[in-house]
Every structure is written in C-alpha cells, then in structure tokens.
C-alpha cells in the first residue's frame, strides 16, 4: 500500500496567520492517464470530513479560496492564507491513485 | 442536491451479525462508486472499500477482506456494509462515501460492540 505522511501533526495558529501542512507519498501519485488523485479532506468535531481539494489543485464547490493546494509526485502541500475560527479541527490527505486500497495521512490537528 | 443518508447507530454483542445502510439521492446511482471510510475511536480515517452498483464489482482494502461484505440494491439506491460476526474491534464509525474521490460524505454510523 502506498503510504501517506503528513507534517505536522499539531498545528497550532494564530487567527487570521497562515497555515501549511505537507503530505508525502511512499510513491509517485501520477496516474497512469497523466492526472494526480492526492485529495485534501477537512474533518470539524463531531462532524463527517468533507473534500476540500481533490487532482492536487482544484477546490470544491463552497471551499474559501484561502484554501489552496499544490504540489507534484511525492510531496504536497495544503495551505491556508489566514485562518479563521471554522478551520479548526483535523485534515487529511488522500491518495486515490494507487487503489485499492485508497490511503489517508495521519491527519493533522490545527488548533487556534 | 447529493446526498448520502445512512442508517442509525447499533448497540451489539461480539459475534452478533449487522448490517449498515445508505441511501444515495440526487445523482444517478448505477454510474458511481460508492462505499465506506472507518474511523475507530480517537483514531484516523481507514478506506474499507467501493462498490460500482450497476455491476456490483467490488474492490475491497485487502487488509479487511473476508471481514466485511459491500453490497448494493440498485433498485432502492442503498449501498450496505455487513459484517457475520462482529468484534469488539469493529466499534468505530463508519462513513458512506461517494465516488473514488470521496466527494460527497454520509453523516455517519456510530456502531458500538460490547460483551
């Protein structure tokens, strides 16, 4: 199984600061037919994650444009330009290239 | 709107049978994949496995297979995940998921296994 890894872990930020997170794969997310399926979710308490980002770079539908996701291959990178109150909580990336099985990061618990 | 509305928490004993269900409204059902994410206690998210419904052809995370059954109903657009004989390590929660990109989410099965 491809294996995802996610820094940091904690991440504690300042309202209104940047944030970063970063995710590493064990192996190249580039698909076969060119496209690279490396998904960001954000997971509030008590609530059901929900997809930010998905193909590295685009976000979903009602996602702030303070999210935004980059990267290529093996290394990828989430951030947020200024954290507000509703971004607490933990996320994840996801690896959809190499499935089954689809893999998850550890997750990444952002605190105010 | 999509939407993914999965059944109600269970309460059972180890060796109990169960099975879990969600009904999928707003897209057409036979053209997706769909399936399920397990979170266990305090812990992250785990992908268990997908179904396309219009074949039935399902891909499951290898470290769980034989462990649980993903099925789906394409009259009733209701995706399900069984479990024989469950163990207390099966308490988690469990999420109906859409798509291989895991798009759109269910609220959630709480399903809790104690002797």
């Known amino acids: 199984d491809v294996v995802m890894t996610q820094s940091p872990l904690s991440l504690p930020v300042s309202l209104g600061q940047p944030a970063s997170i970063s995710c590493t794969s064990s192996?190249?997310?580039?698909?076969?037919?060119?496209?690279?399926?490396l998904n960001w979710f954000h997971q509030r308490p008590g609530q059901s994650p929900r997809r930010l980002i998905y193909?590295?770079?685009n976000r979903d539908s009602g996602v702030p444009d303070r999210f935004s996701g980059s990267g290529s291959g093996t290394d990828f990178t989430l951030k947020i330009t200024r954290v507000e109150a509703e971004d607490v909580g933990v996320y994840y990336c996801m690896q959809g290239t190499h499935w089954p099985p689809g893999t998850f990061g550890q997750g990444t618990k952002l605190e105010i | 709107e999509v939407q993914l509305v999965q059944s109600g928490a269970e309460v059972k004993k180890p060796g109990d049978s169960l099975r879990i269900s969600c009904e999928a409204s707003g897209y057409s059902f036979t053209n997706q994949w769909i399936g399920w994410v397990r979170q266990m206690p305090g812990n992250g998210l785990e992908w268990m496995g997908l179904i396309f419904p219009r074949d039935s052809d399902v891909r499951y995370n290898p470290s769980l297979q034989g462990q649980v059954t993903i099925s789906a109903d394409k009259s009733i657009n209701t995706a399900y995940l069984q479990w024989r004989s469950l163990k207390a390590s099966d308490a988690a929660i469990y999420y109906c998921v859409r798509g291989h990109g895991l798009d759109v989410w269910g609220q959630g099965t709480v399903v809790s296994v104690s002797s």
């Open positions: 192996q190249s997310l580039v698909h076969n037919d060119g496209d690279t399926y």
């Open positions: 193909k590295v770079s």
